[in-house]
């Protein structure tokens, strides 16, 4: 099992940052990804970033590029968001995920955290 806990999110106003953390526990060892997804309301939960666990290669979603960051701390079990230059459209849950294996389509997302609100006033 793998336990993932997220913090950081909150209100800020447009043009402003946020950086999230997702502390990972449990089978951490065995995890080939982590990543970020997000949620507005009334829509389908979306693909923000994710980071492979062991190399670091990250890869993004096309409208999340140049503004958001994935990062990791190997010795804190630990992954990062960092969100720059944030738009009312950012508003969402923000979730943090596992992979604990990948298939040809890409990571498979088998453990998810709570969620963490991040919202952007105008």
């Known amino acids: 099992q793998v336990q993932l806990v997220e913090s950081g999110g909150g209100l800020v106003q447009a043009g402003g940052s946020l950086r999230l953390s997702c502390a990972a526990s449990?089978?951490?060892?065995?995890?080939?990804?982590m990543g970020w997804f997000r949620q507005a309301p009334g829509k389908e939960r979306e693909f923000v970033a994710h980071?492979?666990?062991?190399?670091?290669?990250?890869y993004y979603a096309d409208s999340m590029k140049g503004r958001f960051i994935i990062s990791r701390d190997y010795a804190k079990n630990t992954v990062y968001l960092q969100m720059n230059s944030l738009k009312p459209d950012d508003t969402a849950v923000y979730y943090c995920?596992?992979?604990?294996?990948?298939?040809?389509?890409?990571?498979?997302?088998?453990?998810w955290g709570q969620g963490t609100q991040v919202t952007v006033s105008s």
């Open positions: 980071i492979i666990w062991s190399g670091g290669a990250t």
């Open positions: 995920a596992a992979a604990t294996a990948v298939t040809t389509t890409g990571p498979l997302w088998d453990y």
């Open positions: 449990g089978r951490t060892f065995s995890s080939y990804a």
